[in-house]
T-cell receptor, first 113, second 115 residues
Framework: DAGITQSPRHKVTETGTPVTLRCHQT?????MYWYRQDPGHGLRLIHY???????DKGEVSDGYSVSRSKTEDFLLTLESATSSQTSVYFC????????????FGPGTRLTVT | GNSVTQMEGPVTLSEEAFLTINCTYT??????LFWYVQYPGEGLQLLLK?????DKGSNKGFEATYRKETTSFHLEKGSVQVSDSAVYFC??????????????FGKGTKLSVIP
C-alpha cells in the first residue's frame, strides 16, 4: 500500500472557522490531489499539485486553498468553513508514470455545524 | 469534457452470483480506464486498469475489458463473496498538462452480497 496518511481523520468545526487538513506521503511522488466525496457526486477534484509550490485548481475549488512547501506534505485549507463543505476529503498521490493511476489516503470526515 | 457513467445502485446479490457493473465513458483521445473499490470507512483502492483498446484488466477474480467501439469498461466477477461488498467506482485518466493526469470518476455503485 502507498504510504499516505491524512490528519485529522475526523473533525467537527463551526461555521466561519478556519480548518486545515494535512496529507503526508512517504512515496516521494510528484503529484498530489485533494478530492471531496459526497453522496450522489462521486469524487470531485478540489486542487492538485504538480510539484513543490506548484498547484492548480480543480473542479470545485471555490472556498478552498492549498499549499505544498515540501514534497511530502499537501495542505488543504478552508478559510471560513461553511455547512456545504461538510464532506469526506481524500488525498491522492501519483508518480505521473504508467497510466496515471492515483493512490488514495484513508480520508478525513469533516462536519461543519 | 470527459465523463463517466456507471449503473445506478445499490446492487444486491446472493453469494456466488455473477456480477456485472456497467460503465461507459466519454473522452477525447485515448484515456486509460480504471476500477476502484472502496470498503466502508476506507479510501479508494485501485482494483484494476486497462490502458488501451481490447486490454483486459484483472485482479482478485474481477475483470474488465476496454471496449473502444462501445466506449465501455464493464466490471465482472463470476462468483461474488460477502467480502466483495463495497462501493465500486469506474474512472478514466486523461493527461492534463505539466506531466499530470487527472481522474474523472463515475458516481459509484454500491454492492451488497448476502450469504
Amino acid at each position: 500500500d502507498a504510504g499516505i496518511t491524512q490528519s485529522p481523520r475526523h473533525k467537527v468545526t463551526e461555521t466561519g472557522t478556519p480548518v486545515t487538513l494535512r496529507c503526508h506521503q512517504t512515496e516521494n511522488h510528484r503529484y498530489m490531489y485533494w478530492y471531496r466525496q459526497d453522496p450522489g457526486h462521486g469524487l470531485r477534484l478540489i486542487h492538485y499539485s504538480y510539484g513543490v509550490k506548484d498547484t492548480d485548481k480543480g473542479e470545485v475549488s471555490d472556498g478552498y486553498s492549498v499549499s505544498r512547501s515540501k514534497t511530502e506534505d499537501f495542505l488543504l485549507t478552508l478559510e471560513s468553513a461553511t455547512s456545504s463543505q461538510t464532506s469526506v476529503y481524500f488525498c491522492a498521490i501519483s508518480s505521473g508514470q504508467g497510466a496515471g493511476e492515483q493512490y488514495f489516503g484513508p480520508g478525513t470526515r469533516l462536519t461543519v455545524t | 469534457g470527459n465523463s463517466v457513467t456507471q449503473m445506478e445502485g445499490p446492487v444486491t446479490l446472493s453469494e456466488e452470483a455473477f456480477l456485472t457493473i456497467n460503465c461507459t465513458y466519454t473522452a477525447t483521445g485515448y484515456p486509460s480506464l480504471f476500477w476502484y473499490v472502496q470498503y466502508p470507512g476506507e479510501g479508494l483502492q485501485l482494483l484494476l486498469k486497462a490502458t488501451k483498446a481490447d486490454d483486459k484488466g484483472s485482479n482478485k477474480g474481477f475483470e474488465a475489458t476496454y471496449r473502444k467501439e462501445t466506449t465501455s469498461f464493464h466490471l465482472e466477477k463470476g462468483s461474488v463473496q460477502v467480502s466483495d461488498s463495497a462501493v465500486y467506482f469506474c474512472a478514466l485518466s486523461a493527461y492534463s498538462g505539466a506531466g499530470s493526469y487527472q481522474l474523472t470518476f463515475g458516481k459509484g455503485t454500491k454492492l451488497s452480497v448476502i450469504p
